[in-house]
């Protein structure tokens, strides 16, 4: 839901697996997990293999997990599974990123949990420190984690500022004043990245 804008925080892995009803059988797995996660400083960023994937046939993450997750410190969270009850999630302010929507639970169920998982080609394990916005996600190395969060909020506000500000102004302009905005705008977007970082970004 790329309308929330950007997230940073550290992830807490999560495996599922939908398609297999035996997991159901061990009853006190949600709360098991719920207390691993509970006991994760934040802010976190829950990270959630599905073991089906690419053939997504239900999920755990609706607006009663999303609510729940939110509760106990997450701020989103990032799947290469499906999601469900996204207005609901929107109303919430729970950011996410998944593979696709999905309407069912199916039997999803906590299956394994603060171990290295593997979505969208990348590898992430509990406590590394994530960055995702509506471009994808990325592992933050520790020499580099100081002041992201500062940096990613004012490259999120630049960008909307500035280029995407003027892309969507098109009321009355013709192409050519479209282009010729565009070109300003970038402008404006490299020069306020250089003087808070120190470097003009992608303009």
Same mark, same amino acid.
């Given at each position: 839901? !790329?309308?929330?804008?950007?997230?940073?925080?550290?992830?807490?892995? %999560?495996?599922?697996?939908?398609?297999?009803?035996?997991?159901?059988?061990?009853?006190?797995?949600?709360?098991?997990?719920?207390?691993?996660?509970?006991?994760?400083?934040? !802010?976190?960023?829950?990270?959630?293999?599905?073991?089906?994937?690419?053939?997504?046939?239900?999920?755990?993450?609706?607006?009663?997990?999303?609510?729940?997750?939110?509760?106990?410190?997450?701020?989103?969270?990032?799947?290469?599974?499906?999601?469900?009850?996204?207005?609901?999630?929107?109303?919430?302010?729970?950011?996410?990123?998944?593979?696709?929507?999905?309407?069912?639970?199916?039997?999803?169920? !906590?299956?394994?949990?603060?171990?290295?998982?593997?979505?969208?080609?990348?590898?992430?394990?509990?406590?590394?420190? %994530?960055?995702?916005?509506?471009?994808?996600?990325?592992?933050? !190395?520790?020499?580099?984690?100081?002041?992201?969060?500062?940096?990613?909020?004012?490259?999120?506000?630049?960008?909307?500022?500035?280029?995407?500000?003027?892309?969507?102004?098109?009321?009355?302009?013709?192409?050519?004043?479209?282009?010729?905005?565009?070109?300003?705008?970038?402008?404006?977007?490299?020069?306020?990245?250089?003087?808070?970082?120190?470097?003009?970004?992608?303009?």
């Amino acid at each position: 839901m !790329p309308q929330f804008g950007a997230m940073v925080g550290y992830a807490v892995t %999560l495996e599922v697996d939908p398609n297999n009803p035996a997991h159901m059988e061990r009853k006190d797995a949600p709360q098991e997990y719920r207390a691993y996660l509970e006991s994760v400083p934040g !802010p976190k960023i829950v990270v959630v293999k599905d073991v089906n994937s690419p053939d997504i046939i239900g999920t755990y993450f609706g607006e009663v997990n999303a609510s729940l997750h939110r509760a106990l410190g997450c701020v989103g969270m990032i799947t290469d599974g499906g999601i469900r009850d996204v207005v609901e999630m929107e109303s919430l302010g729970y950011k996410a990123l998944a593979k696709r929507l999905c309407v069912g639970h199916a039997y999803a169920w !906590p299956v394994r949990w603060g171990h290295e998982v593997e979505v969208f080609g990348l590898k992430v394990s509990s406590g590394q420190l %994530l960055h995702a916005d509506r471009h994808g996600f990325m592992v933050i !190395p520790e020499e580099d984690q100081a002041r992201v969060l500062e940096a990613t909020e004012f490259m999120d506000a630049n960008e909307c500022n500035s280029v995407i500000d003027a892309s969507q102004q098109l009321r009355g302009r013709s192409m050519n004043e479209t282009r010729a905005a565009m070109v300003e705008a970038e402008k404006k977007f490299g020069a306020a990245a250089r003087k808070k970082l120190g470097r003009s970004g992608e303009w």
